[in-house]
């Protein structure tokens, strides 16, 4: 089952990168990598750039890949999860850009 919706409020089992490039868009390259939320096996698909900053903010925050993918995910509401995950890389960009002012 490939889907871009989880149940929200889950929690992340467990993270798996599954690195299959969907397609190019101005040199952008789509990945898709498969989770588990609460038991419930998803796919999100996000450019490399979204991936590398999630990571990177789960470093900083000092928790897993899968636990920030599973707080975006509780928190999202109705919107899709790869959107949601955008939205919250551009937050935290655009919050961090506004404490170093």
């Not at 498969?34 to 925050?61: N, P, Q, Y």
């Not at 599973?70 to 551009?90: H, K, Q």
């Amino acid at each position: 089952m490939s889907t871009d919706r989880a149940p929200s409020g889950a929690q992340a089992d467990s993270f798996g990168e599954d690195p299959q490039p969907e397609g190019r868009k101005s040199g952008v390259r789509v990945v898709k990598h498969s989770i588990v939320i609460a038991g419930h096996r998803t796919s999100v698909s996000l450019e490399d750039a979204f991936w590398r900053a999630l990571k990177g903010i789960a470093a900083k925050d000092g928790v897993s890949l899968a636990g920030l993918v599973a707080r975006v995910d509780a928190e999202r509401g109705e919107a899709n999860l790869s959107s949601a995950l955008r939205v919250f890389v551009l937050e935290r960009a655009m919050d961090s850009r506004s404490s170093a002012d």
